[in-house]
């Protein structure tokens, strides 16, 4: 999936992260802040790798701030984005489709 658009998803509260994506050139360029980054910095940019490219991203710029998002809702962010650059709002593949 090729990323059209830039997009957000997420906020800034506690617990949450907030996630931007817009088309990248060469490959993922990834800039990530988290409150949590000496703990699970490598997890979090692994699950970010991963979640792009289950989606077939491969040039995207990528922009996270963490406040201490579970796995679980970064992914749901960074899915979100890029539906959302693509203008996909109908018809989401939620709830496991997206491997």
Not at 41 to 53: C, E, F, P
Not at 60 to 85: M, N, P, Q, W
Request: glycine share 10%.
């Amino acid at each position: 999936m090729k990323v059209e658009k830039s997009a957000v998803a997420g906020t800034l509260e506690s617990s949450d992260a907030m996630v931007t994506i817009e088309p990248g050139e060469s490959g993922i360029e990834l800039e990530l802040s988290s409150v949590v980054f000496h703990q699970y910095g490598a997890q979090i940019q692994k699950l970010v790798y991963d979640t792009l490219h289950n989606l077939g991203v491969e040039d995207a710029k990528i922009s996270i701030v963490d406040k201490g998002a579970l796995d679980c809702t970064l992914k749901a962010r960074i899915e979100c984005a890029v539906f959302r650059s693509n203008g996909i709002v109908d018809n989401l593949p939620w709830g496991g489709a997206i491997r």
